[in-house]
């Protein structure tokens, strides 16, 4: 779908804190929808394969919808599937055609130890959740998380590739969501602000904020985390039994606040350096909200 511009800023002008609350109550609606469907389906799989690009929300989401099974009574256990990455290296990492490591692809999974442990947690055995620790490029065996599913129990597995045919395309029985900031912001008939420029945006804030990476290499990695998106990514999300929009009208008039950090940061070597220009030049169209504003648990 598509939210307009106009109306966005006429909400928040007249009332900015009720604008935000009610985005997010309506995002809360899309995860409770989620939620009632998983427990549905617990006959046929208690297994949840939730994927999306980077920057949808996946992790918060999938810490959401355990939220809201829990209060329905159904014990969630939320896994990433980053823990299940093979450590870098000549051996298991595939090379783009520049010959760089393909980060992005699937075959930096551990696909067969992900698919052992889907079928033993089918058969109600229990498996040790491996911890990969990117710091070390390696798989910390000595942090491992044992899980069990007991009856009435399900587990989310959440990650970029959880749909790919070499795991979702294996387990058709599991019930599987693809979630990512799908709509674009419009004035008229013109694209003010595309859903991908959320997705950018989201990504430098957090991994500036979190992750200690400087927008810059944000940047400068963009071009290939959307390489993989469509070769990797986006040709499995119609397996999903569920697709989720995670944009919120409202979070882009909070983000115009790193603009001018954004603009800073972006160099012109840049493949995509014209597109980001855009991207930020269009922040000023939109009424800011104080990010004070915002629910502590807003996705």
Request: with cysteine; proline share 5%; glycine share 6%.
């Amino acid at each position: 779908m598509a939210y307009s511009l106009k109306e966005i800023n006429d909400a928040v002008r007249s009332d900015p804190k009720g604008f935000a609350e009610a985005c997010d109550a309506a995002f809360a609606k899309k995860v409770e929808t989620a939620a009632q469907k998983i427990a549905d389906h617990r006959k046929e799989s208690r297994i949840i394969l939730l994927s999306g690009p980077s920057g949808s929300g996946k992790t918060t989401t999938a810490l959401k919808i355990e939220e809201q099974l829990e209060k329905m009574g159904i014990q969630t256990h939320t896994i990433s599937m980053d823990n299940y990455f093979r450590p870098i290296s000549p051996e298991y990492t595939p090379r783009t055609s520049d010959g760089l490591y393909d980060l992005e692809s699937p075959l930096c999974m551990d696909m067969d130890l992900l698919n052992e442990h889907f079928d033993a947690l089918n058969r109600g055995e229990e498996i040790c959740v491996p911890y990969y620790d990117f710091a070390r490029n390696l798989r910390d065996t000595s942090r491992c998380q044992p899980i069990r599913l007991q009856k009435d129990e399900v587990v989310v597995f959440e990650g970029i590739h959880a749909l790919n045919d070499d795991l979702g395309g294996a387990h058709p029985e599991a019930f599987k969501i693809y979630l990512s900031a799908r709509s674009n912001m419009m004035d008229g008939s013109e694209t003010v602000f595309k859903g991908t420029w959320i997705r950018l945006t989201r990504r430098s804030v957090r991994d500036m904020n979190f992750r200690g990476s400087d927008v810059t290499t944000t940047f400068a990695l963009w071009a290939n985390v959307r390489r993989g998106e469509k070769l990797y990514i986006s040709p499995y999300k119609y397996r999903a039994n569920l697709i989720l929009d995670t944009a919120l009208p409202y979070e882009i008039c909070v983000f115009g606040q790193y603009a001018p950090i954004l603009r800073q940061a972006l160099p012109k070597e840049n493949v995509r350096h014209r597109e980001m220009g855009r991207m930020i030049d269009a922040f000023s169209q939109f009424v800011p909200i104080d990010p004070s504003l915002v629910a502590p648990d807003s996705l």
